[in-house]
């Protein structure tokens, strides 16, 4: 597609809920990223992917989140058993290569979590 | 480690006067440094990055920003805003393949 495309654009969930959100990286991007950015704050990193390796998750606040990649190319990233503080925009980013000199952002999914 | 200060996190602006964004970062190693906007419900965008080279940056809608080492700073700066010009501005910086350490942002307001 023209540019990373992210859906659901908005997920309400209940507490305790799992959620899955995607992202439809640049086509023939190698590097994705994922953040969360909170309300009022600059996106925090969560993880990165070169092809369909994890190579750092080390931003995933706990075991709770969980991201794939498994062709190379969409990714989802899982929340099991939401909690509030979830609650926050989750930006994906894809990048041509592994200099990952530019990051192409979606528009992200709000999540709120009741 | 690295950490990234936007010093101001509102800058009210009159359209057509001068703004400047302050951004300053620490970091033990060598660096690249990007600032990017976000309109309300929208991604980010990126503005300008520098990589290496000219320490003044030029980038979209008329911005530009000027690399200082000594002082560790990445301000952004544009001559003459638009009402179109407001948003959530954000400087960040890498050292490493791209994971991305954001400041805060700063919300720029232009008004007639």
């Known amino acids: 597609g023209a540019g990373v495309s992210q859906s659901p654009r908005y997920k309400v969930a209940k507490r305790g809920q799992d959620v899955a959100l995607r992202c439809d990286p640049i086509s023939g991007h190698v590097s994705l990223f994922w953040y969360q950015q909170a309300l009022g704050q600059g996106p925090e990193f969560l993880t990165y992917f070169q092809n369909e390796a994890q190579l750092d998750k080390s931003g995933l606040p706990s075991d709770r989140f969980f991201a794939e990649r498994p062709e190379g190319s969409v990714s989802t990233l899982k929340i099991q058993r939401t909690q509030q503080e979830d609650s926050a925009v989750y930006l994906c980013?894809?990048?041509?290569?592994?200099?990952?000199?530019?990051?192409?952002f979606g528009q992200g999914t709000r999540l709120t979590v009741v | 480690a690295q950490s990234v200060t936007q010093l101001d996190s509102q800058v009210p602006v009159f359209e057509e006067a001068p703004v400047e964004l302050r951004c300053n970062y620490s970091s033990s190693v060598s660096v690249y440094l990007f600032w990017y906007v976000q309109y309300p419900n929208q991604g980010l965008q990126l503005l300008l990055k520098y990589l290496s080279g000219s320490t003044l940056v030029k980038g979209i809608n008329g911005f530009e920003a000027e690399f200082n080492k000594s002082q560790t700073s990445f301000h952004l700066r544009k001559p003459s805003v638009h009402i179109s010009d407001t948003a959530e501005y954000f400087c960040a910086v890498t050292s490493t393949w791209g994971k991305l350490q954001f400041g805060a942002g700063t919300q720029v307001v232009v008004t007639p």
């Open positions: 980013a894809s990048s041509l290569d592994e200099s990952n000199t530019e990051a192409f």
